[in-house]
């Protein structure tokens, strides 16, 4: 099982970043998919996640408006796209996929995003 985000990097207040985090070795349709994200000396927070079907999303109130999550089950991918970024945003951010049964769990290794002039 692998989940592998990529995407992130250097970014100015309110630009725009998108990632992507590419899942293999489990149905990945089978799965809800969410995006977490952890900044220096804080919790890990639930940012985004979607329904296995990709009919149903919710979002953390920090980035309703802001961040969209979506997912392609033909590409077994799930992307974050972050608009109106603000330095508040700095983390490292992680996908996360829960088995709809929420029998079997998985995590990635997490992708730096950092917001600054």
């Known amino acids: 099982v692998q989940l592998v985000e990529s995407g992130g990097g250097l970014v100015q207040p309110g630009g725009s970043l998108r990632l992507s985090c590419a899942a293999s070795?489990?149905?990945?349709?089978?799965?809800?998919m969410s995006w977490y994200r952890q900044a220096p000396g804080k919790e890990r927070e639930r940012v985004a996640a979607?329904?296995?079907?990709?009919?149903?999303?919710n979002y953390a109130d920090s980035v309703k408006g802001r961040f969209t999550i979506s997912r392609s089950n033909a590409k077994n991918t799930v992307y974050l796209q972050m608009n109106s970024l603000k330095p508040e945003d700095t983390a490292v951010y992680y996908c996360?996929?829960?088995?709809?049964?929420?029998?079997?769990?998985?995590w990635g290794q997490g992708t730096q995003v950092t917001v600054s002039s």
């Open positions: 996360k996929a829960v088995s709809i049964t929420m029998s079997e769990e998985y």
């Open positions: 070795g489990f149905t990945f349709s089978t799965y809800v």
């Open positions: 979607i329904s296995n079907n990709g009919g149903s999303t």
